[in-house]
């Protein structure tokens, strides 16, 4: 069983950066899609970025230019760089990872039921 660890997160005013780990118990990031979420109080989770098995990187428009999804295959390890944050960014932050491709449909239609493994969620605050 794939357990993932999640780190990184915290407060940071409008303008700043973080950037979350998502760490893997196994190799899985080499043969794995994986993908970072968020839920914000009151809304639905929502897919933010993801890596398909092919190295392909796909964004939700609301990060394209600010966010970065990368792995450390070495480290079983992977990163969200977040830039620009913005207030609307605040939100619990997930990394979710599954054996087989991304989901074949646009990220604003994602849900949590394409994705097998999850980690145990961050929380990233953005003050103005």
């Known amino acids: 069983r794939v357990t993932l660890v999640q780190s990184g997160g915290g407060s940071v005013q409008s303008g700043g950066s973080l950037r979350l780990t998502c760490a893997a118990s196994?190799?899985?990031?080499?043969?794995?899609?994986m993908a970072w979420f968020r839920q914000a109080p009151g809304k639905d989770r929502e897919g933010v970025a993801g890596?398909?098995?092919?190295?392909?990187?796909t964004y939700a428009d609301f990060v394209k230019g600010r966010f970065t999804v990368s792995l450390d295959n070495a480290k079983n390890t992977a990163y969200l760089q977040m830039n620009s944050l913005e207030p609307e960014d605040t939100a619990m932050y997930y990394c979710?990872?599954?054996?087989?491709?991304?989901?074949?449909?646009?990220?604003?239609?994602?849900?949590?039921?394409?994705?097998?493994?999850w980690g145990q969620g961050t929380q990233v605050t953005v003050s103005s």
């Open positions: 979710a990872i599954d054996a087989y491709s991304l989901p074949r449909r646009p990220i604003n239609e994602w849900t949590s039921r394409f994705f097998g493994y």
């Open positions: 196994t190799h899985t990031f080499t043969s794995y899609s």
């Open positions: 890596v398909d098995t092919d190295g392909a990187t």
